[in-house]
């Protein structure tokens, strides 16, 4: 299985600050990589696919990038709505596998 | 709008199995296949498999063989999974979500199942 890992597993952010969450594939995924915020009680949501590609209604500070086995999320300016869990999903080969998460914090 | 709505929280005994539901509507419900994703604290996110939901095919990862099963009602826009065996460690969250090429565009509330004698 191809396996995904995240970094940080926390962090914490004071409002209006660039945000970077790192996400690398053990071998080239080819940018079939999205990513998923998930908040307290809720499921995980779509932010991005295709790795760099906005889900719909996701605002755009949010961006993605990357190739190969790296890839990153960046949030260019963090808001209080933006607390919560981040996930990235490889989309690759079956079984998909995910990230182990980073929990992103409000300064 | 699409909406995958998931059946309520299940207690069940070591041993015996579930029947959870995932009822789809706001789309063609045969044009995706359906995921299945167990979520706990201690393994994170794990993909269960999916099930094309107009051929009824389905793909598991190895590790849920004989674990779970996916089955569809395609007259109900209804999505099965039947997890048997129950262990402890089968307690989990566990989420459908709609499959949209490689990536999952929408999440079921979730349900949670507890085993626990």
């Known amino acids: 299985d191809i396996q995904m890992t995240q970094s940080p597993a926390s962090l914490s952010a004071s409002l209006g600050e660039t945000v970077t969450i790192e996400c690398r594939a053990s071998?080239?995924?080819?940018?079939?990589l999205a990513w998923y915020q998930q908040k307290p009680g809720n499921s995980p949501q779509l932010l991005i696919y295709?790795?760099?590609s906005l889900a719909d209604g996701v605002p755009s500070r949010f961006s993605g990038s990357g190739s190969g086995t790296q890839y990153s999320l960046k949030i260019s300016s963090m808001q209080t709505e933006d607390e919560g869990v981040y996930f990235c999903?490889?989309?690759?080969?079956?079984?998909?596998?995910f990230g182990a998460g980073t929990k992103l914090e409000l300064k | 709008q699409v909406q995958l709505q998931q059946s309520g929280a299940e207690l069940a005994k070591p041993g015996s199995s579930v029947k959870i539901s995932c009822k789809a509507s706001?789309?063609?419900?045969?044009?995706?296949?359906i995921s299945w994703i167990k979520q706990t604290t201690g393994q994170g996110l794990e993909y269960i498999g999916y099930?094309?939901?107009?051929?009824?095919?389905?793909n598991y990862n190895e590790k849920f063989k004989g674990k779970a099963t996916l089955t569809v009602d395609k007259s109900s826009s209804t999505a099965f999974m039947q997890l048997s065996s129950l262990t402890p460690d089968d307690s989990a969250v566990y989420y459908c979500a709609r499959v949209n090429y490689d990536y999952f565009d929408y999440w079921g509330q979730g349900v949670m199942v507890t085993v626990s004698s």
């Open positions: 295709d790795a760099n």
């Open positions: 071998e080239d995924i080819y940018s079939n």
């Open positions: 099930i094309n939901t107009g051929s009824g095919g389905t």
């Open positions: 999903q490889q989309g690759l080969k079956y079984p998909y596998t």
């Open positions: 706001g789309y063609t419900f045969t044009s995706y296949y």
